[in-house]
């Protein structure tokens, strides 16, 4: 179970982790809200929440389409809570949902990857036993595929007029990331997430309490620049503490009234990659005369910048070569729900022994204690939306991800150890009409203005619009002929030119390539699998050592490419690139593949952090 507080960024010390053992009942087809089902008072099945219904950890294990599926949880408040407001928070639910407590209707959401909060006072019963029950509707069977069509690995399915016919449907407006829209898992679709995947969580506070507070940092003047965001006006203090390494460094009040609220760092201690240096704070909201308390509030952060300049990026003033790897967040016996967590933090240190430096989050929001990590061992990540499941060129996709993606950037950008957001991926290629490119400049408007800070890739790979960063994929298996497509006689390789804006000298990184297949003997007969290149397969463990290597080579040896992504950290179900088993035991002698990843030298960069 779950137990450990899911938002390390902001704790208080009033709250209730409800995972565990809830009851529930789910269907393929959506019959609909009844009060029937509402006004039960258990339902059939038992769900270990927060996994899914699909996962195994869940206790059931169901891999068909789920479109409804209804939650119960009996639940009590602490009698120190009353006359307190109290909120229940949802990490995440896939993809609808409506929230009922005590019968009564309290709030409802849509969005599979957005935390959300509902202010439940009014409805729940002190010294009494309270019930909570969650609806969800999923419809992601929507214009999902009829045959399983199988992918090659080299861009071709042995059902060209059934994917197209796909890829171009109008009704694709829900966002699923890599959830598999067959029956069955398939190429590089895997297993669903149904409902509710993250952590659920009561919260106690008062009726004046912070609603978050926005943290940013200024290397140049070594400061920590606060904006808190309270529940209601009032006339009061905010109280920032400041500790590094446990020790109180600063202690300052200031008027609730104050926004951009600056705190100097006397010889500040800069986070960077393997320099975890972290902050810690403790806010405080308090009256006027500094005697009644009215929230306390936990939280840290670090002292670094992320910026571009001509057509480098530059972490701490100092350029960056990023050596990132592509990891998707799915697990064997939890699908999207990390099993506990310590395989978070494993799964960055199964990365850095790996010898990358940080990863690229791909279509997937992690969620919040994943960043922690991050930020605890100094490891850089991109942050990305789990865009598939859109069709950009149907108008109903934009609302779709402005629903989402807003949120998603406002909720997670304190933390340090994100420094590219990505809204999209490879979006769709066989259509760019001018609600999609309409859309691509939107997203980076919006992300912009929540968070100009950081860098954007406004969509990885494909169909570049407006961006800061000028990424592109590139699955070439021979390496001479990834050499020559790498530098081309006149200007630099895109993927899809005759769609995009022009290329403007942005720094250039490859975030997709190698994906090299690789899967022991004694695990061939289990599991049909496939590689990128799978026309090529290497025929031995040391062809995929030099493959990789020589593949690798190639990108650090051009002298415009700033940085790379392999695909990818471990296998995924049927998709067996990865750097390690699905299950994340080893597949290959690790001390060979960090002398690829990290070991080979940049030919033409000097002095960079790496």
């Known amino acids: 179970v779950r137990r450990e507080h899911p938002k390390p960024q902001f704790v208080r010390s009033a709250w209730q982790n409800l995972n565990g053992s809830w009851t529930c009942e789910f269907s393929k087809n959506i019959k609909g809200f009844t009060s029937k089902k509402l006004n039960k008072k258990k339902f059939s099945k038992k769900i270990n929440v927060p996994f899914c219904p699909e996962s195994k950890l869940s206790g059931i294990g169901h891999t068909d389409f789920i479109q409804e599926i209804w939650y119960q949880k009996s639940f009590s408040i602490p009698k120190t809570w009353k006359n307190k407001k109290i909120f229940i928070h949802f990490g995440a639910v896939d993809y609808q949902c409506v929230v009922y407590i005590n019968q009564k209707k309290v709030g409802s959401n849509i969005g599979g990857s957005t935390p959300f909060s509902i202010d439940i006072s009014s409805a729940v019963l002190f010294e009494k036993i309270n019930d909570l029950k969650v609806y969800v509707i999923d419809k992601r069977c929507q214009g999902s595929l009829g045959t399983t069509p199988w992918y090659f690995g080299d861009g071709t399915f042995d059902n060209e007029k059934l994917i197209k016919k796909w890829i171009l449907n109008k009704k694709r407006i829900q966002p699923r990331g890599k959830q598999s829209p067959h029956q069955h898992s398939w190429g590089c679709f895997y297993t669903r997430t149904t409902g509710i995947w993250q952590t659920v969580w009561l919260e106690a506070v008062n009726k004046k309490h912070l609603k978050n507070v926005d943290i940013h940092s200024n290397i140049k003047s070594s400061q920590f620049i606060f904006n808190p965001n309270y529940s209601i006006k009032f006339d009061g203090i905010f109280k920032v503490d400041i500790f590094y390494k446990n020790k109180k460094i600063n202690s300052s009040f200031f008027s609730s009234k104050n926004k951009n609220i600056r705190i100097r760092i006397k010889n500040p201690k800069l986070w960077s990659i393997g320099k975890p240096n972290l902050y810690n704070f403790v806010f405080t909201l308090l009256d006027k005369k500094q005697k009644t308390k009215f929230d306390i509030v936990k939280s840290y952060s670090g002292i670094r910048s992320i910026e571009i300049k001509r057509n480098k990026i530059y972490l701490n003033g100092k350029p960056l070569y990023q050596r990132l790897v592509l990891d998707q967040g799915f697990y064997p016996k939890g699908i999207w729900t990390a099993p506990s967590d310590k395989d978070l933090k494993n799964d960055i240190l199964l990365s850095m022994k790996a010898g990358f430096n940080g990863a690229r989050l791909h279509e997937k929001v992690f969620e919040d204690r994943f960043h922690y990590w991050a930020d605890k061992l100094g490891y850089i990540t991109w942050a990305e939306f789990p865009n598939w499941g859109l069709n950009e060129n149907a108008k109903g996709s934009e609302i779709s991800f402005m629903r989402e993606w807003p949120r998603i950037v406002s909720y997670l950008k304190n933390h340090p150890s994100i420094i ?157 690139n990865g750097v390690y088993l699905y299950d994340r035991n080893l597949k290959f002698n690790m001390n060979r593949i960090k002398k690829i990843f990290k070991g080979l030298s940049l030919k033409y960069k000097k002095n960079y952090i790496q």
């Open 420 to 576: 590219t957001w990505t809204p999209f991926n490879e979006t769709n290629t066989l259509e760019c009409n001018v609600q999609h490119k309409s859309l691509m400049r939107k997203s980076y408007a919006i992300t912009k203005k929540i968070d100009p800070t950081r860098p954007i890739n406004e969509t990885s790979g494909y169909q570049h619009q407006k961006t800061d960063i000028w990424t592109v994929h590139n699955y070439q298996p021979i390496p001479k002929k990834l050499k020559a497509a790498l530098n081309p006689k006149k200007g630099v390789y895109r993927n899809f030119p005759y769609f995009e804006t022009t290329y403007k000298k942005e720094p250039y990184i490859i975030d997709e390539y190698g994906g090299v297949w690789w899967l022991p003997v004694n695990l061939r007969k289990k599991i049909k699998s496939w590689g990128h290149g799978d026309k090529f397969r290497p025929k031995t463990i040391q062809e995929v050592y030099q493959r990789m290597e020589d593949l690798t080579k190639v990108i650090l040896d051009t002298k415009h490419i700033q940085g790379f992504c392999y695909t990818q950290l471990t296998d995924v179900e049927q998709e067996t």
